[in-house]
């Protein structure tokens, strides 16, 4: 069943007459790939394959099956990404993750494409470059805030702004943030809070989220607006009918689709 946009007319509004920041997670990927295995969970997952000692490997991924809760699996996703450094598996893992999967969902493309005709803009808390593949934008990360600023400052959406990093071993940027030492420095970085913040003041509109608990990195950002925001505009969640988000801040309001 469809939904009413009519039925929903601050939404409405907001699309209408407000400058828009689209935030995309884990499921965007999974939509333009029609892969179902895109999210951030399955990414862990797969990680834990890569590990030698196939002991710890299996006591890791049981630890996931008991507890999928964010703050677990920022504790385990800490211990795959320091053990697969130090045996040299990170890479193979992170490209099989993020480099080889190609769009082939054109409708959505095609409609991403389409949201760029307002310059409203595109940001991720993903780490590949599946919506620039999809949209032909530019990337840019947190760690770029001067052209993070200019870009929606002159309201010229020419960049998927990744605010939790991205992985290119084509140009040789790595930047993710994924473990809690990762989180807490950018909580701590000037350049990536104040782009933060700017976003905050716009309209967001969060969607391929999921319920978030299959999402760290986003789960991760709504915790940050609900700490740190606190801006009275009202933000909005679209979400399937049957897998209901749960523990939203007040001001982010649910659609259903």
Known sequence: MKSNLCDYPAFLEAIQN???????????????????????????????????????????????????STDNLIKIVGEVLKTTKSEDS?????????????????????????????????????????????????????????LAFAMIDKRKSDSVLHLHGVFDSVHGIDNIVADQTLYDTVLKDKGAQFIQNILGTRTLIFVGCGQTTEDGNMSQFIQFARQYLRMDIPYYFLYKRDSIPVDMPDNIMLIPY
């Not at 480099?99 to 493309?109: D, G, I, P």
């Not at 409203?120 to 949209?135: K, R």
């Open 90 to 146: 990170y890479l193979k893992w992170m490209k099989e993750s993020f480099e080889s999967a190609r769009v082939t969902n054109k409708a959505l493309a095609d409609t991403l494409k389409k949201l760029l005709i307002t310059q409203d803009v595109l940001a991720t808390t993903n780490y590949d470059l599946l919506l620039e593949q999809a949209t032909g934008l530019n990337t840019i990360s947190y760690e770029e805030p001067d």
């Open 18 to 68: 407000n400058e828009l920041v689209y935030l995309f997670g884990a499921g965007i990927s999974s939509a333009l790939t029609d892969n179902r295995s895109c999210s951030w969970w399955k990414w862990i997952h797969n990680g834990t394959y890569h590990m030698k000692d196939s002991t710890v490997a299996a006591n890791l991924r049981k630890s996931m099956d008991d507890d999928s």
